[in-house]
């Protein structure tokens, strides 16, 4: 009969030295886990404002803001186009409207991001 492992089996590599935790690293990971298991009634603060359910994060520069918006619009911009021509008449003319606003914000916003000086490279 043949084995298909040799034997006796190949040994491992110690991987002890990436298992290991130290205790108080340990009681952070359990301290966490049964907050968040035995009190799951405990109130919650939002972090926005009533009613606001989506919200920009904090820190973001205005670089990758305009970025983002133009990338967003240029989205807006080709499903607009694609809704308008599988239309006829004045829904037709209102979809290029729409379109043509998309574009509008677009320059907007890609001209904010002409205007907007590159970062210095640090020193």
Known sequence: MVKNTPN???????????TRLDSAERREAADRALDIHLSPNKPVKPDTQDGQIFTVAEGLNTESILTTLSETLASANAMANDL??????????VALGLQQLIELGTLLANRALDDIEPPQPPR
Not at 8 to 18: G, H, I, N, T, W
Not at 84 to 93: K, N, P, Q, T, V
């Open 8 to 18: 006796p089996p190949r040994k491992a590599e110690d991987l002890s030295a990436y």
């Open 84 to 93: 308008a021509f599988d239309l006829e008449g004045s829904r037709r003319h």
